[in-house]
């Protein structure tokens, strides 16, 4: 068993003590059920005061990567901006970090080497209190893919040469996330919670535009599967969030999933994502207005399921070859793996009731399967308002 893994099974034992000591599942979602169907009055005044003294802390908010952890009262909305930056560069085969010169000997049909990569998310998060213990919300965002890149030719003596290394971006709109946060359990003498995450993702986001390749520039080819906007299919969200709350600190575990619920138009269906992750906060200044964060997440992705035909099938060149099979990035065998990370950062409430949270995550532990490009680091950013 390696590292990741290793961590992934100790964190989902301490989930599963946590929640089994809150509550028995089943029945508590029951009981949640009777109670929203059966319009029973209900006194929440006591919660309500309580929700509002918590929610002002900066803490209750999850780290700035995270999403989906924290509720509103029904007379509440948030509008949130969120910036995320994701860094990549080198190609890794399993845990080992390829040169140029050696990707082109392990995998001799290649005739573009991926240098480097960058993700930015711009975010429009908004969500709307509809009960005590149900929040709606959707997440709009625009995205902005660029990817650095050397092509090679055969120089006819049986080498490859290379050639000016060349740029290529793709943005707009990405895929449209939305559902509902549902507080299936409160324990105000413990302080704890734990949040159901009912979620969906339209695949509003573009896979089939086209760039100029970079063999041949008189030629149009789609873009590879790391620079598209979208997964191309329906994705169900579902995820459970547990958080604790003491006089000056948090701590939450998250697990977020995004599962394709089918294959894209193109003919594939991208890679399954579990996402679990445990942080602390701490609130360390007088007024209560400062906290910093310290996250783990440990990250498994499946392979894709069938291939994009216009990557995969395409024949160019003499002898003929695919585009797959001349870049690592359009090969989607190439595609899943496991992966630890470690986020810091910092939260700040500020006067005007709004709120700063900001992160930076670095990769602890890569394990791809396939040639794929790793991660440098991401940051995450947002500035969130209440009203």
């Given at each position: ?61 999850a780290p700035a990567h995270l999403m989906g952890a924290h509720l509103h ?64 919300y959707v997440m709009p965002m625009w995205i902005v893919n660029t990817m ?154 499946s392979d894709f399921q069938g291939v994009d035909p216009q990557l995969e ?75």
């Amino acid at each position: 068993m390696n590292f990741s893994r290793l961590l992934l099974a100790i964190i989902f034992c301490g989930i599963s003590t946590a929640a089994s000591a809150e509550i028995s599942f089943l029945s508590t979602i029951q009981n949640r059920l009777d109670e929203i169907t059966s319009n029973r009055p209900s006194d929440h005044i006591a919660t309500r005061e309580m929700k509002a003294e918590k929610y002002s802390r900066p803490d209750t908010h999850a780290p700035a990567h995270l999403m989906g952890a924290h509720l509103h009262s029904p007379d509440e909305q948030m509008i949130e901006y969120k910036y995320m930056n994701m860094s990549m560069s080198g190609l890794f085969n399993g845990q080992t970090e390829l040169t140029n010169a050696q990707v082109l000997d392990q995998f001799p049909m290649t005739m573009v080497v991926p240098e480097k990569m960058n993700m930015e998310m711009h975010m429009l998060h908004y969500m709307k209190g509809w009960t005590d213990d149900i929040t709606l919300y959707v997440m709009p965002m625009w995205i902005v893919n660029t990817m650095e890149m050397t092509p090679y030719m055969d120089n006819g003596m049986g080498m490859k040469m290379p050639m000016a290394s060349q740029r290529r971006t793709n943005s707009g709109f990405g895929d449209l996330p939305f559902g509902a946060l549902w507080r299936v359990r409160s324990n105000e003498e413990e302080n704890t919670e734990l949040i159901l995450n009912i979620g969906f993702s339209a695949p509003t986001g573009d896979i089939d535009g086209t760039t100029t390749s970079p063999m041949n520039p008189m030629m149009q080819i789609e873009y590879p599967y790391p620079m598209r906007l979208g997964a191309g299919t329906w994705m169900a969200r579902p995820g459970i969030t547990w958080n604790k709350y003491q006089e000056d600190s948090s701590v939450g575990v998250q697990l977020q999933t995004n599962i394709a619920l089918g294959k894209s138009d193109a003919g594939y269906a991208p890679s399954d994502t579990y996402r679990l992750n445990g942080w602390y906060s701490k609130i360390f200044s007088e007024d209560k207005t400062w906290a910093y964060t310290l996250r783990m997440e440990s990250i498994w992705a499946s392979d894709f399921q069938g291939v994009d035909p216009q990557l995969e099938t395409m024949a160019m060149g003499n002898p003929p070859m695919t585009i797959a099979q001349m870049n690592p990035a359009a090969n989607g065998s190439f595609k899943g793996g496991q992966f630890l990370n470690f986020g810091y950062g910092m939260i700040k409430s500020l006067k005007d009731g709004s709120r700063l949270n900001f992160e930076i995550t670095h990769p602890v532990h890569q394990d791809f399967h396939g040639l794929q490009m790793g991660t440098d680091w991401t940051i995450a950013a947002s500035w969130s308002k209440s009203y």
